[in-house]
């Protein structure tokens, strides 16, 4: 079944202790994206994959990295969490084949962060 | 600055009703898409629209994309309780980066 994954689903954390979110598809995609959702504020792009080893920021990259070794992962890395990145964030993945492909969602991760 | 601008931000409807959700923008789309979201879950896509004028129906709900390709509409037709979510617009800026930008949603619910 094609999918991405994400782990885990849902996370408490506290200030200061880094923490990774895995996201990985099966669909050979080579655009990978995390974006958060907040109330009021839709889905905002915190990074982006064009390829493997290729990443570049989105709007809201501040207190996130990622990486993009292989081609089917694509984890986000916050080093020192913060209250403010309570939220939830989303990982999706696109084939690059033309305008308006589909975009496939992870089914999310709530993190709060104490 | 928001890129894709929805509205009405919040709509609450009593089944049967029709409802036309907007999303502008200044800047022009290869492609603009159409997801719906229910709580809990990932948006799932309904729709993409690549041609200036083009009209996509998937059954009571009609999408739009504008002639000049910065603006869309989403239609429903008698609403029904099972349509609540929130929808989302997402478009891909011509010459941009190829992966979409969402718009805030706008929250829909139906009442029986």
């Known amino acids: 079944e094609a999918q991405v994954t994400q782990n885990p689903r849902y996370l408490i954390t506290v200030t200061g202790k880094k923490l990774t979110v895995t996201c990985s598809q099966n669909m050979n995609h080579e655009y990978m994206s995390w974006y958060r959702q907040d109330p009021g504020l839709g889905l905002r792009q915190i990074y982006y994959s064009m390829n493997v080893e290729v990443t570049d920021k989105g709007d809201v990259p501040e207190g996130y990295k990622v990486s993009r070794k292989e081609k089917r992962n694509f984890p986000l890395i916050l080093e020192s969490p913060s209250p403010n990145q309570t939220s939830l964030y989303f990982c999706?993945?696109?084939?690059?084949?033309?305008?308006?492909?589909?975009?496939?969602f992870g089914p999310g991760t709530r993190l709060t962060v104490l | 600055t928001q890129l894709l601008e929805q509205s009405p931000q919040f709509l609450s409807i009593q089944e049967g009703e029709n409802l036309t959700v907007y999303c502008n923008s200044s800047s022009v789309f290869s492609s603009l898409q159409w997801y719906r979201q229910e709580p809990g879950e990932g948006p799932v896509l309904l729709v993409t629209v690549v041609t200036g004028g083009e009209v996509k129906k998937l059954k009571r709900l009609t999408f739009q994309f504008g002639d000049a390709r910065k603006d869309s509409s989403l239609h429903i037709t008698a609403a029904q309780p099972g349509d609540t979510g929130l929808y989302l617009c997402a478009g891909v800026e011509e010459g941009g980066s190829y992966i979409p930008t969402f718009g805030r949603g706008t929250s829909l619910i139906v009442h029986p």
């Open positions: 999706a993945s696109l084939p690059r084949q033309g305008p308006g492909d589909t975009q496939y």
